[in-house]
């Protein structure tokens, strides 16, 4: 499966390169549009499933520049994040128009999880019309409940967890250090954990990270997805029954669908 690809439209250098890290970091092809210019061209050629635009740009602002990508073909129906450093840029948009709007200088968690809302929306709609069925907006569960963290640092795992969980239409994100997961908690209250036991402790040590979970967000349900090879250490560090064993990823994934109906998500 291809990477989701996100342009970012912004004349910003610096906010340009750290926005480029983060999204490769979750495993985005991502394009940037140095200004309106070069992000119109970037739109036409790359065809991107999201845009993040800025507002306050050079020559053409974000609210012109917004109209003229929506008449071009192929454009309607993709979502677009406006980010703007004025709240009250967000009155020169329409809420039909944009997805959602975000301010510059929070949390770039709160991005990172509207850019992947956004790319389950577009999945979606690119799925309707495959299919032929008339396209249907996700409405996402208000509670979190519906909502699941996947904190890993194996990139194959995680694409194949979320393509199962996306397609039982629940909301799905993830994290790939300490730092990010905690980000993320503090952003949105899943209903499920799923934290990877993995053998190198210095990039994720999962024994370490759900104490810490269970001591600020206590009440969260974790599970502890591990491979056949490592069952043994993580059972001295986990009871049975929160862990998921799997020598393949259908393992992997027959356990979490049997988890997910068994917790009503």
Same mark, same amino acid.
């Given at each position: 499966m291809m990477a989701r690809k996100v342009l970012i439209i912004d004349d910003d250098p610096s906010l340009t390169v750290l926005l480029k890290n983060r999204l490769r970091q979750k495993h985005y092809d991502v394009v940037v549009g140095h200004g309106p210019a070069e992000g119109f061209k970037q739109a036409v050629a790359a065809k991107p499933d999201v845009i993040i635009l800025d507002v306050m740009m050079p020559e053409v602002s974000g609210v012109d520049l917004m109209p003229i990508l929506?008449?071009?073909?192929?454009?309607?129906?993709?979502?677009?994040?406006?980010?703007?450093?004025?709240?009250?840029?967000?009155?020169?948009?329409?809420?039909?128009?944009?997805?959602?709007?975000?301010?510059?200088?929070?949390?770039?968690?709160? =991005?990172?999880? /509207?850019?992947? &809302?956004? @790319?389950?929306? !577009?999945?979606?709609?690119?799925?309707?019309?495959?299919?032929?069925?008339?396209?249907?907006?996700?409405?996402?569960?208000?509670?979190?409940?519906?909502?699941?963290?996947?904190?890993?640092?194996?990139?194959? =795992?995680?694409? /194949?967890?979320? &393509?199962? @969980?996306?397609? !039982?239409?629940?909301?799905?994100?993830a994290a790939i250090d300490e730092e990010d997961i905690f980000e993320s908690l503090h952003q949105a209250r899943p209903g499920l954990v799923l934290l990877q036991y993995w053998e190198d402790l210095e990039r994720l040590d999962a024994k370490k990270v759900f104490q810490e979970i269970n001591q600020k967000f206590k009440g969260i349900p974790v599970m502890i997805f591990c491979p056949f090879s490592l069952e043994i250490d993580a059972s001295q560090d986990f009871p049975r029954e929160m862990l998921m064993v799997y020598k393949e990823s259908p393992d992997l994934i027959q356990q979490l669908n049997t988890v997910i109906e068994s917790k009503g998500l």
């Amino acid at each position: 499966m291809m990477a989701r690809k996100v342009l970012i439209i912004d004349d910003d250098p610096s906010l340009t390169v750290l926005l480029k890290n983060r999204l490769r970091q979750k495993h985005y092809d991502v394009v940037v549009g140095h200004g309106p210019a070069e992000g119109f061209k970037q739109a036409v050629a790359a065809k991107p499933d999201v845009i993040i635009l800025d507002v306050m740009m050079p020559e053409v602002s974000g609210v012109d520049l917004m109209p003229i990508l929506k008449k071009q073909d192929g454009f309607k129906n993709v979502p677009v994040i406006i980010l703007s450093g004025k709240d009250s840029m967000r009155d020169h948009f329409s809420p039909q128009d944009i997805f959602c709007f975000v301010q510059k200088g929070s949390d770039f968690s709160a =991005l990172m999880n /509207k850019v992947e &809302e956004a @790319i389950a929306l !577009k999945a979606e709609e690119d799925q309707d019309k495959k299919t032929g069925a008339e396209p249907e907006r996700i409405q996402y569960r208000e509670n979190k409940e519906g909502q699941i963290l996947i904190a890993a640092v194996d990139e194959y =795992l995680t694409v /194949k967890l979320k &393509e199962f @969980i996306e397609s !039982k239409k629940l909301y799905v994100y993830a994290a790939i250090d300490e730092e990010d997961i905690f980000e993320s908690l503090h952003q949105a209250r899943p209903g499920l954990v799923l934290l990877q036991y993995w053998e190198d402790l210095e990039r994720l040590d999962a024994k370490k990270v759900f104490q810490e979970i269970n001591q600020k967000f206590k009440g969260i349900p974790v599970m502890i997805f591990c491979p056949f090879s490592l069952e043994i250490d993580a059972s001295q560090d986990f009871p049975r029954e929160m862990l998921m064993v799997y020598k393949e990823s259908p393992d992997l994934i027959q356990q979490l669908n049997t988890v997910i109906e068994s917790k009503g998500l």
